[in-house]
């Protein structure tokens, strides 16, 4: 009797289609095979007022950014355009990937690579800007282009695209970099590239030894959750541990083809994250916030970073202030489960890397005793131990390794013990204020640090690297007049 209850479930559940997303009038008539074909949603993209119109009612804003010279390209797959609302302009899916006029208006700070990321490429594609991992630029090419994309001075563009003799030299520049053991192929979208292609990567850096882990940044599991066919996914199991972080933004996104894709990737052991844009009139509301971060979760995926919005060219109507990003961390951290919370930052304009910028939750601190308050507005003391040694992780911490490049210590070098300063481009040539040498400036000791153990070690037991020994700043420059050694 169970048995033929268990075997009658197993038989309803198998007839029951899976659930998809309801496909526009225009496509009824595609086979499924085709719909669900990757290679087709590729080659049957939108991108013109005329194509469009056939499935939206397309504002005249949108006409005049869609017939504007020198945009950013647009594309859009069949799938994501069937998410679109055809009748609200404001619909967050539309205005993702659908260009307004005003999107070419200039803003203040404006820049081509706010990120300055080719300044950081010691080969073209591949930015080195952490001390120990490396973005790799792979492709230009993505499945939709979003219109506030942060390399829009590349993607998209065909001509600008890495070819073979660039992978080559990224590759080169890899094996012979041993710090780095962190690869995050972007582009672009590496998902779009010929799989012959990807694979060949993909095994190139499994075959250094010291990179030991690989990211994939991608947003074709929400343009093309078809690419993620279960032999994909197995094929990037090949080449663990791989990770990915998707790009999601709104609720909208995740759909059940969304989860199926997420489904396959989590169950071939790929770790998944998201990274969302705060963007104008689209997510910036603690409650669209939430919505998202709680789907993200349930399909098993960490929302890792919530980017300020770049100042980039295209991106100026999706900006909003930095107030808002906090507004909305002060939204979710403690209001659900901290897992669910995303890190908000500030990627550096000019190139500084990512900045984590939240509310503050430390409001005091005194000997002995920090006050905190938390997400509801409780104020605590938290009494600190009067007795903490920090030597005595020492011999652990000698045994541990140290991975450190030159120059990168940055402020944990200054608690660290490694610098005692770290100073402004021309600091020392602004205050030394042309002087002479004399009698009171000669002598470089007079500002080096006296260290009672005499071995240049902190108070956390760390050992600096001798540089505060010999008058010298981090830039290596003097910290005197210059010419007194
Ligand atoms: S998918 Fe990424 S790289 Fe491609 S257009 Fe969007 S933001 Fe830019």
Excluded at 417 to 433: K, M, N, S, V, Y
Aim: overall charge negative; charged content about 25%; some cysteine.
């Amino acid at each position: 009797m169970v048995q033929d209850i268990l075997t009658i479930d197993i038989q309803e559940d198998q007839d029951e289609d899976p659930p998809s997303t309801p496909r526009p009038a225009l496509w009824a008539d595609v086979p499924d095979e085709k719909w669900n074909d990757w290679r087709w949603q590729m080659a049957n993209r939108l991108n013109s007022v005329e194509e469009l119109a056939q499935l939206i009612h397309l504002t005249s804003e949108e006409i005049q950014g869609l017939r504007a010279d020198g945009k950013f390209r647009v594309d859009i797959t069949p799938y994501f355009a069937s998410l679109i609302d055809p009748d609200d302009p404001n619909c967050p899916i539309r205005r993702q990937v659908i260009p307004l006029g005003r999107e070419l208006h200039a803003f203040n700070g404006m820049m081509e690579d706010s990120l300055a990321e080719d300044k950081h490429s010691p080969v073209p594609g591949l930015v080195h800007r952490y001390p120990d991992r490396v973005l790799m630029l792979i492709t230009t090419q993505c499945a939709s282009y979003c219109r506030y994309c942060t390399r829009s001075r590349l993607v998209g563009n065909p001509a600008q695209t890495f070819s073979k003799v660039d992978f080559e030299a990224q590759l080169d520049y890899l094996r012979r970099t041993p710090q780095v053991r962190d690869v995050l192929l972007s582009g672009g979208d590496p998902l779009v590239l010929a799989p012959n292609v990807l694979e060949y990567i993909l095994s190139s850096l499994r075959a250094i030894d010291h990179i030991e882990i690989i990211r994939i940044g991608s947003r074709v599991p929400v343009f093309l959750p078809q690419r993620i066919t279960d032999d994909f996914a197995d094929r990037l199991k090949r080449y663990a541990p791989v990770w990915m972080n998707i790009h999601t933004n709104h609720p909208k996104e995740i759909t059940p083809e969304l989860s199926r894709a997420l489904e396959k990737l989590a169950f071939a052991g790929v770790p998944l994250g998201n990274q969302s844009v705060l963007l104008a009139g689209i997510n910036d509301s603690v409650h669209i916030q939430r919505e998202l971060v709680h789907k993200l979760v349930r399909n098993r995926v960490r929302p890792y970073y919530l980017y300020q919005c770049d100042l980039v060219k295209g991106a100026g109507h999706f900006r909003t202030t930095v107030a808002k990003g906090i507004e909305i961390i002060e939204g979710l951290r403690g209001h659900t489960s901290g897992y669910a919370v995303p890190t908000y930052v500030v990627d550096a304009p000019g190139g500084g890397g990512k900045i984590p910028v939240m509310p503050q939750y430390m409001i005091s601190q005194g000997p002995g005793k920090v006050i905190l308050r938390n997400y509801e507005g409780f104020i605590t003391a938290y009494d600190e131990p009067a007795d903490y040694d920090p030597h005595m992780i020492d011999n652990l911490d000698h045994q541990s390794l140290h991975r450190a490049e030159e120059g990168q210590g940055g402020v944990w070098g200054l608690l660290n013990g490694d610098e005692d300063t770290i100073r402004p481009e021309g600091f020392d040539a602004l205050h030394q204020r042309n002087a002479e040498q004399h009698r009171l400036n000669f002598d470089g000791h007079k500002w080096e640090r006296h260290h009672l153990n005499g071995n240049g070690s902190n108070s956390n037991g760390h050992h600096n690297n001798g540089h505060n020994g010999n008058g010298h700043n981090g830039n290596g420059h003097n910290s005197n007049n210059g010419d007194s050694h």
